[in-house]
């Protein structure tokens, strides 16, 4: 019988509310976004959420891994994984929504940004295939890794928010262009979903060929940002880089964040 998930709790450490200004001008995907978020959090608080994200993980038979990254003088940390059982099956809302559940179960969370997240996602799926939501079947999103980084997402989001939280400004995106291959065929870039969860958000394929901005990098800016914009000026208190797994023109994909 598997022990009840205690629940995250942390202490306030401020007594300001913040202001968190994501910088997605290099790409934005769902293990970038979680690991510049977890390096907002103070070393004692994040290394109990990666304890919590890394046995969430086991359970569903992957090894979670925060790694420290120096690249060109700037450090960050990337979230990686182990899959013991890799699949290349669809899994159906259903499934997905299954599997999210457990996750956070596992985390002792329920998330409404987590969930809002995922919706975002079946509702672009659904339009760029037409067909009805509880008909869409996800491939890379649908694996419990890509779910765990939406819940992961969503578990620092709402710790943030414990220690004052306040709203997430924008950058414009960075998608990236050209071709790739995906599970189901080769598709342009930006995927056929990611184009619908842009609209209405400033973004630019840039300079480089390949996806830098994945749909569930996306459908978590939107939910997460209240508005798109420079970043402010003025010194931040504090600022963390979330490296990705990609090189484009011979650099590690990123997203930086900055807190005010």
């Known amino acids: 019988m598997r022990s009840r998930p205690r629940r995250l709790i942390l202490e306030p450490h401020f007594e300001f509310l913040f202001m968190i200004y994501v910088d997605a001008q290099e790409g934005v995907s769902g293990d970038m976004l979680l690991a510049a978020m977890l390096g907002l959090l103070e070393g004692a608080d994040r290394a109990r959420v990666i304890q919590s994200l890394e046995r969430a993980a086991s359970r569903h038979g992957l090894g979670l891994r925060v790694l420290g990254i120096d690249e060109e003088g700037e450090h960050g940390l990337a979230v990686t994984y182990a899959m013991e059982t890799p699949t290349s099956e669809s899994a159906s809302r259903e499934e997905c929504l299954k599997t999210f559940a457990q996750i956070e179960a596992d985390l002792g969370l329920?998330?409404?940004?987590?969930?809002?997240?995922?919706?975002?996602?079946f509702r672009a799926e659904a339009e760029a295939h037409g067909i009805p939501e509880q008909d869409v079947h996800l491939h890379e999103i649908g694996r419990p890794q890509a779910l765990l980084n939406i819940a992961g997402i969503g578990l620092v989001a709402q710790l943030l928010e414990q220690l004052r939280g306040g709203e997430?400004?924008?950058?414009?995106?960075?998608?990236?262009?050209?071709?790739?291959?995906?599970?189901?065929?080769?598709?342009?870039?930006?995927?056929?979903?990611?184009v619908i969860l842009l609209r209405g958000m400033a973004h630019t394929k840039?300079?480089?060929?390949?996806?830098?901005?994945?749909?569930?990098?996306?459908?978590?800016?939107?939910v997460l940002s209240s508005s798109q914009g420079d970043r402010p000026a003025g010194d931040y208190r504090r600022r963390s880089v979330g490296f990705g797994s990609k090189r484009f023109r011979g650099r590690l994909g990123r997203i930086t964040l900055t807190w005010h």
């Open 110 to 121: 329920k998330s409404e940004v987590g969930r809002r997240i995922l919706g975002e996602i």
């Open 168 to 194: 997430y400004l924008c950058s414009s995106i960075t998608t990236g262009a050209g071709v790739m291959v995906v599970s189901h065929g080769a598709i342009r870039v930006p995927a056929p979903a990611s």
């Open 206 to 222: 840039g300079d480089s060929p390949g996806e830098r901005a994945t749909p569930t990098g996306i459908a978590a800016l939107r």
